[in-house]
């Protein structure tokens, strides 16, 4: 909310106020009293009751109130509880820079939405199981210990295709181990220990996700299926339509 719409509005509730005095002499006494209307001197001929004044004031408090609180909702503040001991200040608050102000001397307590606190963030969970995390490791390892990273994300690039294809098993596990797929889980190399770098690309595709399209399935020293997309000095990577 802007600032001077606010003092404006909390000016004129002052200058409506100042028509309050205390009693006259013969209603009790004006120092008393005063102290009861939070120190409102007598202002001579304009001087009214003290049930008049209270009046005034409470009227005065519902029109700035339901203003204040119309303008404070559009705009998306919050005005929160702050009076205390006397006249209080209404403190505002800015939904986005959580910058508060206070204004004026005179308001009432005003009361809008309270601004939700932000949850704390939560570290979203892996969509992956520590098996999925051991057998994309092993099977980089096996088909690729010491090759050069790239490499190696190419490798678990085509199991993680191949997962998400439907003309394979929907597991990384039934990938790697589907019968006459991949060399390394029946010649022994599947069992060797992998790498730092091996257990590292492992967890970044279970990440990240595949580098290559969704159709390459193929990662072989031949060509295989529609043609090759990608080739290297260790594999050629091809597609299928």
């Given at each position: 909310?802007?600032?001077?719409?606010?003092?404006?509005?909390?000016?004129?509730?002052?200058?409506?106020?100042?028509?309050?005095a205390?009693?006259?002499?013969?209603?009790?006494?004006?120092?008393?009293?005063?102290?009861d209307l939070?120190?409102?001197?007598?202002?001579g001929?304009?001087?009214?009751?003290?049930e008049?004044?209270?009046q005034?004031?409470?009227?005065?408090?519902?029109?700035?109130?339901?203003?204040v609180?119309?303008?404070?909702?559009?705009?998306?503040y919050?005005?929160?509880?702050?009076?205390s001991?006397?006249?209080g200040?209404?403190r505002?608050?800015?939904?986005?820079?959580?910058e508060?102000?206070e204004y004026?001397?005179?308001?009432?307590?005003?009361?809008?939405e309270?601004?939700?606190?932000e949850e704390?963030?939560q570290?979203?969970?892996?969509s992956?199981?520590e098996?999925?995390?051991y057998i994309l490791?092993?099977a980089?390892?096996?088909e690729?210990?010491?090759?050069p990273?790239?490499?190696?994300?190419y490798?678990?690039?085509?199991?993680?295709?191949r997962?998400?294809h439907?003309?394979y098993?929907?597991s990384?596990?039934g990938?790697?181990f589907?019968r006459?797929?991949y060399?390394?889980?029946?010649?022994?190399?599947?069992?060797?220990?992998?790498?730092?770098?091996?257990?590292r690309?492992?967890?970044?595709?279970?990440?990240?996700?595949?580098?290559l399209?969704?159709?390459?399935?193929?990662?072989?020293?031949?060509?295989q299926?529609?043609?090759?997309?990608?080739?290297?000095?260790?594999?050629?990577y091809?597609y299928r339509?």
């Open positions: 909310m802007k600032r001077d719409k606010i003092v404006k509005m909390v000016m004129s509730a002052a200058v409506m106020a100042s028509v309050v205390v009693p006259t002499a013969a209603e009790g006494s004006g120092e008393d009293m005063g102290a939070g120190g409102l001197t007598d202002i001929e304009e001087a009214v009751s003290v008049a004044g209270q005034i004031l409470q009227a005065v408090g519902q029109t700035l109130e339901k203003a609180r119309e303008q404070a909702l559009e705009e998306g919050w005005v929160q509880r702050s009076i001991e006397g006249p200040a209404a505002w608050q800015n939904r986005n820079t959580q508060a102000e004026g001397s005179h308001c009432v307590e005003l009361v809008g309270p601004i939700p606190e704390e963030s570290e979203a969970m892996p992956y199981t098996e999925d995390l490791a092993h980089i390892c096996g690729g210990q010491c090759y990273d790239e490499e190696q994300l490798i678990g690039s085509v199991i993680l295709n997962r998400d439907g003309a098993p929907d990384i596990k990938v790697v589907q006459g797929q060399a390394c889980t029946w010649d022994g190399n599947y069992y060797r220990e992998p790498t730092e770098a091996n257990w690309n492992a967890k970044w595709l279970l990440e990240n996700g595949s580098i399209p969704g159709n390459v399935v193929y990662q072989a020293g031949f060509r299926g529609n043609g090759v997309y990608l080739q290297t000095r260790y594999h050629k091809c339509s």
